[in-house]
């Protein structure tokens, strides 16, 4: 089935470091790749929507210079969160979308998160 | 945007027992997916079922697409289902984005 890797799964560090975080799905191409993130006992927030070739689409709320993202290649997207403080301590997940015609018809499969902590 | 109402928000069984865990829509869906997010955090994929009934070892779901809601049976509970399951939508102009329920937290005692 469809896989999708994303890395580092727990990341601790010092206030003002820039951290990237990096999705791939490995045994499939993604057009589309979508950031989440989770705050405790919360559901998922939608991030953004990142794109092969194209500039991210960023959710209502969501700082674009705080939270870069770039899908450079059909298999690899990366979050970096830029200059982080203790408030973007969070879980951080990808997802990715199986390749079909109907876009939206299609399961999404899920990395396994990135746990993020801002000393 | 598409609202998603999961019910119950808790739910604490005893090993061995059967639940129903509900979701609601409020408007017409493309798809719908079933997740488990264990204690480590891990999305599991339990179901992507648009319409009709589907069902796997112990888990079942079922999502009635005309009256806008979904249903996931869990028969025989064990310790290690304990987790939250989340219900999530797509509508069909969105490029695939899902939209979250808040999650039912089930906790199963031994």
């Known amino acids: 089935g469809a896989v999708v890797s994303q890395h580092p799964s727990r990341v601790i560090c010092k206030s003002g470091t820039s951290v990237k975080i990096e999705c791939r799905s490995l045994?499939?191409?993604?057009?589309?790749m979508f950031w989440y993130r989770q705050f405790p006992k919360q559901s998922l927030m939608l991030m953004a929507t990142?794109?092969?070739?194209?500039?991210?689409?960023?959710e209502q709320g969501v700082e674009k210079d705080k939270f870069l993202i770039n899908h450079a290649s059909l298999t690899l997207s990366t979050l970096t969160v830029t200059s982080a403080h203790p408030e973007d301590s969070s879980f951080y997940i990808c997802?990715?979308?199986?390749?079909?015609?109907?876009?939206?018809?299609?399961?999404?499969?899920f990395g396994d998160g990135t746990r993020l902590s801002i000393l | 945007g598409i609202q998603v109402e999961q019910s119950p928000p808790d739910l604490i069984l005893q090993e061995g027992a059967n639940s129903t865990l509900r979701c609601n829509f409020s408007d017409s869906v493309n798809n719908l997916q079933w997740f488990h997010q264990n204690p480590w955090g891990q999305l599991i994929n339990l179901f992507y079922?648009?319409?009709g009934t589907k069902q796997n070892g112990r888990l079942s779901a079922t999502t009635v697409a005309t009256e806008r809601y979904s249903l996931l049976y869990i028969s025989s509970s064990q310790t290690t289902d304990s987790g939250v399951y989340f219900c999530a939508v797509v509508r069909g102009s969105t490029l695939g984005r899902l939209y979250f329920g808040r999650g039912t937290q089930l906790t199963v005692w031994p």
């Open positions: 997802s990715a979308r199986s390749p079909g015609q109907e876009y939206s018809n299609q399961p999404q499969h």
């Open positions: 079922i648009p319409s």
């Open positions: 990142s794109n092969e070739g194209s500039k991210a689409t960023y």
């Open positions: 045994d499939f191409q993604a057009t589309t």
